[in-house]
């Protein structure tokens, strides 16, 4: 059974940081595109960052890019999310998942309007909350 286990999160005062961390187990460890998605109550879920395991190539949704990092550390099945400079609006459920997309498609983010049938694999999430 593919599981992936979200940790790491927490409340923060704006400005502040926090690392989440993503552990997947029970399938082949070979590259595969893991991303970071996050949800707020009422509204639909977004991806926040991805990255081809093994290759490395990234991508970042706008609203992230210069304060977000993902990385993978070691093993392809895990995976890190380094959030700096946090803001309030950045307050959601963060979620890790694994998906099918080709290196340069989880570069591109051209997964993003269809990430359920992109993303097979998701963990059960790990709360980030941000005040001002």
């Known amino acids: 059974q593919v599981q992936l ?15 989440l961390s993503c552990a997947a187990s029970g399938y082949t460890y070979v590259s595969k595109c893991m991303g970071w998605f996050r949800q707020a109550p009422g509204q639909e879920r977004e991806g926040v960052a991805a990255i081809y395991t ?3 190539n990234t991508y970042y949704a706008d609203s992230v890019k210069g304060r977000f990092t993902i990385s993978q550390a070691g093993a392809r099945n895990t995976v890190y999310l380094q959030m700096n400079s946090l803001k309030p609006d950045d307050t959601a459920m963060y979620y890790c998942a694994i998906g099918v997309p080709s290196w340069y498609d989880c570069a ?7 990430m359920r049938a992109d993303f ?9 909350t941000v005040s001002s």
Not at 10 to 17: F, L, M, R, Y
Request: net charge positive; charged share 10%; aromatic share 8%.
């Open 5 to 19: 286990v979200e940790s790491g999160g927490g409340s923060v005062q704006a400005g502040g940081s926090l690392r």
């Open 54 to 56: 093994g290759r490395g």
């Open 108 to 114: 591109s983010g051209s997964w993003s309007a269809h």
């Open 120 to 128: 097979g694999y998701w963990g059960q999430g790990t709360q980030v």
